[in-house]
């Protein structure tokens, strides 16, 4: 997905965050918009429900990131004029359980015909602080907040009818489905100022790892992917590559951060409090961009990611 | 337009007004969203920065209407897969206008791929008190910003060929082109307590009236119609009823407020100053719903507005 405006053109202020941070009468402002499209992000299967609960998640995660909680949000509708009564209702439904879910609550809206469903989420909460993604610094450990692959290989399953072991089926829709962002995790790091760089993975893991790079000034470096289990059987069951699944295929909401060697421990600690299992990829060095140690050989990252479906 | 989606369902807030209000950590944040969309927002030979600036001005026309200055905004942008990189720039600078225009900073944003233009702006700012529709009370005049009448003209050259005498043609088109909001005069006046409701006329003039009514818990009395200059006459020649046009027309970006007697007089003057002749068109009385007295008999108003262009 293409998250800033910011490089259209001239009206547009160039953010290159996950969030826009504005200054209110010296009150800090974070805010976050993000636009949902049938055609272009709801693959076949979705209930109406997740969709609507994905349009949300899709700003939650972003609110993870960089460790602030989002307080309200309000949301704009395109319904398609043939749209009946029951759907709507399913689309409300899955609003109110994700405001349950991320405790957010849901302070307005706008309400429109369109020629297809779009959904446009528009989040905002205080900071005090931010993590940013060019916070990075060398020496930093690179991790990220769970494994990858899984989102794709759902795709892959949902939209090109790839066979799947039922078991890794199961995860690899759900993660499709029903993303989970990485809430408490994101402001617990930040609160203990764990996080010296981050970002909302979902437009891919490179990707991700480019903007941190490149926004901070350094290289990154990779010794391990994070596959996620059964992402490798998988592949080789369907004639692909793991590395390019777990690498440049996206839609996952993992938070990808950096912090200092010795923050590392503490981190895993609080993680795993919440159930959540980090896991360490590399290190930042001098220099920029994303290479990947493989057997010895340092070996170039490619700045591509997550695009729509077609 | 259906403006809140509060009414849909469980998971939505019922706002029940042209804002929303939020108390973050004792702050009083007025935040509001807006979609439009290609095909059933935009009349043919509307130029595409008209789009993008009317985008704006229709969240600022909200903010104006209760007297809350909004200081930025997010944009959310579902762009046709075709769309030339003209077209796109074409946009940004509607943006970069709407932002010098009403002083409004876009400070971050989302950019999809849609099946249509959809630009959704969400603008926020901070709230002392805004004026609210139901705080009408029994005895205020009703007052307007400006004349009504034009928008649902040009509409109607627009897209049912109508004709029209030149210079009304230029004023018609230019009030569906190029809203103005009235900005600077919604803060003055409830910067001043002029203001005991209001609310945007965007929706159209009866259904605004009927608003106000029914969130008062009062009746509104019109003795007269703020009918725009040379609207009788298109109508005459184009075999129209006037009275439709003005009332149940909509798009006009008018504030519709409701004041004290003694306040009428000031209220004039310091619109005067802002160049905006204030049109007082009737009385608060009690009971319900909204009442027109024309030739010495009241007739009733019905709760109709602007429905989507198709």
Chains 1, 2 share one sequence.
Not at 65 to 83: F, H, I, T
Not at 169 to 179: E, G
Not at 182 to 200: C, F, P, Q, Y
Not at 234 to 239: C, Q, V
Request: overall charge negative; aromatic content about 6%; some cysteine.
């Amino acid at each position: 997905m293409i998250r800033a405006i910011g490089g259209l053109k001239e009206g547009f202020s160039d953010i290159g965050d996950d969030l826009a941070l504005c200054d209110l009468d010296g009150m800090k402002l974070a805010a976050k918009v993000d636009m949902l499209v049938w055609s272009t992000d709801v693959p076949k299967g979705m209930k109406l429900w997740q969709v609507s609960r994905k349009a949300v998640a899709m700003c939650v995660s972003d609110f993870a990131a960089k460790g602030v909680r989002p307080m309200a949000c309000l949301v704009s509708l395109g319904l398609p004029r043939g749209m009946r009564e029951e759907e709507v209702e399913e689309l409300a439904s899955g609003f109110g359980r994700a405001k349950e879910e991320f405790d957010v609550e849901i302070v307005g809206g706008d309400t429109n015909e369109s020629k297809e469903l779009v959904i446009d989420c528009a989040m905002f909460g205080l900071s005090e602080g931010m993590v940013p993604r060019g916070g990075a610094r060398v020496g930093d450990r690179v991790m990220v907040s769970g494994p990858f692959g899984y989102t794709s290989a759902g795709l892959k399953m949902i939209m090109e009818g790839m066979e799947a072991e039922p078991r890794f089926r199961d995860r690899a829709l759900r993660s499709v489905f029903m993303p989970e962002p990485r809430l408490e995790l994101g402001i617990t790091l930040a609160g203990k100022r764990l996080m010296n760089s981050s970002i909302d993975s979902s437009d891919g893991l490179a990707i991700s790892l480019w903007e941190l790079a490149d926004k901070s000034g350094v290289g990154i470096e990779l010794e391990s992917l994070p596959v996620g289990e059964g992402v490798l059987e998988f592949s080789e069951m369907n004639g692909l590559d793991w590395e390019e699944l777990v690498l440049y295929g996206g839609e996952e909401y993992e938070i990808v951060f950096t912090v200092s060697e010795d923050g590392v421990e503490e981190a895993k600690a609080l993680a795993r409090e919440l159930g959540v299992e980090l896991i360490e990829i590399g290190r930042v060095v001098e220099g920029g961009g994303v290479k990947y140690r493989k057997r010895g050989r340092l070996e170039p990252v490619r700045r591509d990611g997550w695009i729509h479906l077609r």
